[in-house]
T-cell receptor, first 114, second 115 residues
Framework: EAQVTQNPRYLITVTGKKLTVTCSQN?????MSWYRQDPGLGLRQIYY???????DKGDVPEGYKVSRKEKRNFPLILESPSPNQTSLYFC?????????????FGSGTRLTVV | AQKITQTQPGMFVQEKEAVTLDCTYD???????LFWYKQPSSGEMIFLIY??????QNATEGRYSLNFQKARKSANLVISASQLGDSAMYFC????????????FGKGTRLHILP
C-alpha cells in the first residue's frame, strides 16, 4: 500500500531531551515536507526537501533539523525540545514539482513537551 | 499579509444541502496550484481537489468542485448534497510556481453537517 509512515504517533517528552520523529514513504516521491499544526494557525511548513541531500527551510524552521540521506526517509530532529514545540506534526510527500496531486500525508505525530 | 485566507472559522449546514467553503489567495506568480484538503476528527489529511492556475475549467471530483475565479483570486470549495461524513476541518492550500514544492495552508474552516 502506497503510504507515508510516521513514528511515533504519540510522544510525551521532557524539555531538552533530544528526539527524532521518523518519516518514510514507499512511493519513490522526490519531495518531502514537515508541517506542524496548531489550533487557529493551520499547517505551517517547517522544512522541505526536493531530493536527496537537498533541504530548505519552511516558515517555522527554528528549533528543528532534518536530513535527507535517502529518498524514502526524511526524519525530523528536535535537538533540545521546548514546550512551544508541543504540536501535531505531519510528514508529507509528493511525486514532483507541479504535481496535480499535492501531498500524501502521514498519519501525524502528536508531540507534547513538558 | 496572509497568502491564503479562509474567512469562515466554522460552519453549520443541514444534511443534503450544498456547502461553499471560501478561500482567497495572494500571489504574484502566474503559475500556481490550489488545493483543498479534508481533516476528519481522526486527524489524517485527505487530498480532495486540485486547480492549476492555467486550467480553464473548474476542477471537479465527485461531489467536490472548485469555483475558481482567477481575477478575484478566489478558489472556493463546493460540496454538493452534503453528508454527515463531510463534517471535518477543511484546508485551502497553494503552491506558488512550478519548481519547488512549498505548499502554504490556510487556517481552515470547521464544517459541521447537521442531521
Amino acid at each position: 500500500e502506497a503510504q507515508v509512515t510516521q513514528n511515533p504517533r504519540y510522544l510525551i517528552t521532557v524539555t531538552g531531551k533530544k528526539l527524532t520523529v521518523t518519516c518514510s514513504q514507499n512511493m519513490n516521491h522526490e519531495y518531502m515536507s514537515w508541517y506542524r499544526q496548531d489550533p487557529g494557525l493551520g499547517l505551517r511548513q517547517i522544512y522541505y526537501s526536493m531530493n536527496v541531500e537537498v533541504t530548505d527551510k519552511g516558515d517555522v524552521p527554528e528549533g528543528y533539523k532534518v536530513s535527507r540521506k535517502e529518498k524514502r526517509n526524511f526524519p525530523l530532529i528536535l535537538e533540545s525540545p521546548s514546550p512551544n514545540q508541543t504540536s501535531l506534526y505531519f510528514c508529507a510527500s509528493s511525486l514532483s514539482a507541479g504535481s496535480n496531486y499535492g501531498y500524501t500525508f502521514g498519519s501525524g505525530t502528536r508531540l507534547t513537551v513538558v | 499579509a496572509q497568502k491564503i485566507t479562509q474567512t469562515q472559522p466554522g460552519m453549520f449546514v443541514q444534511e443534503k444541502e450544498a456547502v461553499t467553503l471560501d478561500c482567497t489567495y495572494d500571489t504574484s506568480d502566474q503559475s500556481y496550484g490550489l488545493f483543498w484538503y479534508k481533516q476528519p476528527s481522526s486527524g489524517e489529511m485527505i487530498f480532495l481537489i486540485y486547480q492549476g492556475s492555467y486550467d480553464e475549467q473548474n476542477a471537479t471530483e465527485g461531489r467536490y468542485s472548485l469555483n475558481f475565479q482567477k481575477a478575484r483570486k478566489s478558489a472556493n470549495l463546493v460540496i454538493s448534497a452534503s453528508q454527515l461524513g463531510d463534517s471535518a476541518m477543511y484546508f485551502c492550500a497553494m503552491r506558488e510556481g512550478e519548481r519547488d514544492d512549498k505548499i502554504i495552508f490556510g487556517k481552515g474552516t470547521r464544517l459541521h453537517i447537521l442531521p
